[in-house]
């Protein structure tokens, strides 16, 4: 079984300020992990993914999460956060041993981020 | 234009209707999905599908009908809406198991 945890419905935070996204995970094998953004009346849009390798992946718009396998997490962030930042984030994992390729999704955080 | 797109974007109809919301995407992907999200419950998978002809139920298929007959395009129907049925609707494909789906705009469907 494979679920994912997104601890915060909402993230505030001042525009330059560093800005974190919290997301746990649980799967039986090893994880695939991703992070996805979706602003208003739009589709989700892929952020950054760890399959292997470095625990610190980098993406788009200037994001970055770090894969912890000893507390099962996955947090997206962003040094300097800003005002277009504020949007809805999801995490998303999927077990690389599952016979599913189905990825479970977090409920999803809104962050905002205040002038 | 390459991508996915759904439509329509904005749908009104009543209960015990049928309707039908399109995907097509460009890439040739082989995977496709349908989400529908409501507020209080992120996205769930209703349908989706590995190539053409095949397709497979997910969390919450009750009510929804897929066919895929194409490999780029998977339209979803509604056979007989209903109030619950009021979301907006995501359409995604990816391109293997390992890469992260590309999601279309959605449609909001209204059921009245």
């Known amino acids: 079984a494979q679920s994912v945890a997104q601890p915060e419905d909402q993230v505030n935070v001042a525009e330059g300020n560093p800005l974190t996204v919290k997301c746990t995970y649980s799967?039986?094998?090893?994880?695939?992990l991703f992070w996805y953004v979706q602003y208003p009346n739009r589709g989700l849009q892929f952020l950054l993914k760890y399959i292997t390798g470095d625990n610190l992946v980098k993406g788009s718009y200037g994001f970055e999460a770090e894969f912890n396998k000893s507390q099962t997490s996955f947090h997206l962030k962003k040094p300097s956060a800003l005002v277009s930042d504020s949007a809805l984030y999801f995490c998303?994992?999927?077990?690389?041993?599952?016979?599913?390729?189905?990825?479970?999704f977090g409920r999803g955080t809104s962050l905002i981020v205040h002038p | 234009d390459a991508g996915i797109t759904q439509s329509p974007r904005y749908k009104i109809t009543e209960t015990g209707r049928q309707v039908t919301l399109m995907c097509h995407q460009t890439?040739?992907?082989?995977?496709m999905f349908w989400y529908r999200q409501d507020l209080g419950h992120g996205l769930r998978l209703i349908y989706y599908s590995a190539a053409a002809d095949i397709t497979d139920k997910g969390e919450v298929p009750d009510g929804y009908v897929v066919s895929r007959s194409k490999t780029e395009n998977f339209p979803l129907t509604l056979e007989s809406a209903t109030r619950s049925q009021t979301s907006v609707y995501f359409c995604a494909s990816s391109e293997s198991r390992h890469q992260p789906q590309h999601f279309g705009d959605g449609t909001r469907l209204s059921i009245l």
């Open positions: 799967v039986s094998g090893n994880p695939y």
């Open positions: 890439w040739s992907h082989s995977y």
């Open positions: 998303a994992v999927r077990d690389i041993e599952g016979g599913s390729y189905i990825p479970t």
